[in-house]
Structure formats: C-alpha cells, structure tokens
C-alpha cells in the first residue's frame, strides 16, 4: 500500500466523478491509501465517507444509489406548492431547498460506522508537522458569511467559534460546506458570543472562499514531506489565456459570474503553479451541473468513467520521487504526452 493525502473539489451532483478518480488511485497495483482527506461541498461528502472508513466500491454504490432529486426538499411552510415554494424559500430563507434531507443523509450514512463527532474522527500522528488539536483525519472547508471567514472545521472550532470540537457534528460541518448559495438555506452553527459577538454564525458552501484547499496538508516546519497530497479537481486542465468568456448580458448571468468567480478565484493560484497542478488530477465535467440534481444514472456512469480515465491517465505519468524533487514541469509535460 501506497500512502498519500487526499484533497477533493466541490462540484455539487458531480461528486461521481470524484469517487471515479479515487477509483483508479485505489485500483492501481500499489492501491493508495488515505491517511487524511479534506474537501469542500461535494469534496467534503465523499472525504468524510473516506474518513468514516467507506471503501472506494462501497461509496460508489452509495452515489449511484442516491436519488439527488430528494435534496431538493422545499422550506416549510412551502411544500405542498413545489416550484412557487422554491422560490418563496430564496426569498424567506435565503435558499430554495431546506437541505434537510441532505443532513439526515449524510448523519444517517455516517452514523452507520460509528461516526457522530468529530471525536470519532481524531488521529494518532506524532510524525505530522500539524499541532495535536488539528490531528484528524477529516476536515472541510465551510464559509462563515456572518464574518467573512473561511472555517477549517474542526481545525477552526475553538479558535474561530470558541467551542470544543469534539462535541461537534460532524454531519453539521459536512451539511455547512455543501450549502450551495440559492440553493439550499445557510447553515446555523451555534459559538460562543465571547469569541464571535453572537450565539450563532451564518454559514454557506465553503467554495465560496476555496473550493479546492489542496495546500491544507503541506508541511510548514521546513521537513520532506512524508508522502504526497493528491487532488481531484472537478473540471478540465484549463488554458487560463483561453479561458470562457461571459459578456454578463443581464442580471443572472452577472449573479452567476459572481458566483463563480468567488469560488475560483482563491484557488486559481494552484492551477497555474506547476507544484500544485503537477499532483492534481483533472476531471473534465463539461456538460454537467453543479446543481442539476436530476441526473440519471448514466450520467452518473459517465462522471464516474470520466473520473477514473482521468485518475488512470495520472498515473500513467505520476512520480512521486520526481515531485519531491521539484521536478513539476516535467510531470506536467509526461501527463500531456501520456496517451489518454
């Protein structure tokens, strides 16, 4: 067994393609396996089944079972009028799904391997460069909208929100970092008003802010790193010179370019820089939504085969004692001319 890091990208519905590309990490003829794992939205859904000790078979079959359709659970007392209660939901509860059915999902499925709090998650790591109060084996990025912060739950919980994160949910944090803006109501976390002012902070998709954390395992005390962070990344390797173009003719399409500007911006940095794009495999969603939450199952099929090409083709190229030695353009030019 190889060992690694993982750090996975939100991407809404897309989370099939994730868990392709893991696929062929876990498949390969020295399969990796996943000391810690961090993700953002969709990211940290599939990271905190990892976490929970899900293999990779076992969570396919988890998404492939899962009706997405179901999130779309309107705000009471809206229900039992469907599309006026969508939007009666953004305008009375800033989103247009309660996103209930999304916590109790998660909570359930988490819940069946004994994980609740983020007790159940901490690591024994004394050869980690991380303090002992960040030793877990999970953590998800969730944006604090109350402040203007971005949280690293649970590394964040006692110094942002003044509370222990051992009694935390775990399901709560992963819910908060896949409420996507519109979509689904802001999560309420409760804190401690000496730290944060108020009793409770407001909290949305952590793409808002990174939604592709993939330096968050980089050691920071100047020693080699012990194995190396992978990274999925929910879109095709981009030529930032050729990038789409949006003219913004009216109002949504500006709100949208907003939007994803805000949850590409921070990260852009890591695609440009070979160091980080050189460990990242790129899957190419084209056509898919991130909010489209009726897919079908061969759209599903077709996430996850893209995925797992794409995590295959990777492999074809990936060195890790090239990596270490700083070797990144190289990489990057094997992956180009690896047949796909």
Request: net charge negative; charged share 20%; hydrophobic share 40%.
């Amino acid at each position: 067994m190889a060992d690694a890091d993982l750090v996975l990208e939100g991407g809404g519905v897309k989370g099939s393609g994730l868990v392709g590309a893991i696929t062929a990490l876990a498949d390969r003829e020295d399969p990796y396996t996943f000391h810690r794992v961090a993700g953002t939205s969709a990211g940290a859904i599939v990271a905190s089944l990892l976490a929970a000790g899900y293999q990779v078979p076992e969570i396919k079959q988890i998404m492939d079972d899962l009706d997405f359709s179901r999130f779309e659970d309107t705000p009471k007392p809206f229900g039992h009028v469907p599309h006026i209660g969508a939007a009666l939901g953004l305008i009375f509860h800033e989103g247009m799904y309660s996103g209930n059915f999304l916590h109790d999902w998660i909570e359930q499925t988490l819940a069946a391997r004994g994980i609740h709090t983020w007790a159940d998650l901490k690591q024994d790591d004394p050869g980690s460069s991380l303090p002992p109060e960040q030793r877990y084996k999970l953590v998800v990025i969730v944006s604090d909208v109350s402040r203007g912060f971005m949280l690293r739950l649970p590394w964040d919980y006692r110094s942002l929100l003044g509370v222990d994160p051992d009694t935390q949910s775990v399901a709560d944090s992963v819910r908060a970092s896949a409420s996507i803006p519109f979509f689904f109501e802001p999560f309420t976390m409760a804190c401690d008003p000496e730290v944060t002012g108020h009793p409770k902070i407001l909290c949305t998709d952590g793409g808002m802010l990174s939604n592709y954390p993939i330096d968050i395992f980089d050691r920071t005390d100047g020693q080699p790193e012990r194995w190396p962070t992978l990274g999925v990344k929910l879109s095709a390797r981009t030529n930032l010179t050729k990038a789409p173009w949006n003219s913004d003719a009216n109002s949504f399409e500006l709100a949208k370019s907003l939007l994803a500007t805000m949850q590409s911006a921070h990260d852009r940095v890591h695609i440009v820089d070979p160091a980080f794009a050189s460990r990242t495999i790129f899957v190419d969603t084209t056509g898919f939504a991130a909010t489209d939450f009726t897919l079908t199952p061969q759209d599903k099929a077709t996430l996850f085969g893209n995925g797992q090409r794409s995590g295959q083709h990777f492999l074809t190229a990936w060195d890790w004692a090239a990596w270490k030695q700083g070797k990144y353009q190289d990489l990057l030019r094997a992956v180009a001319a690896a047949p796909s």
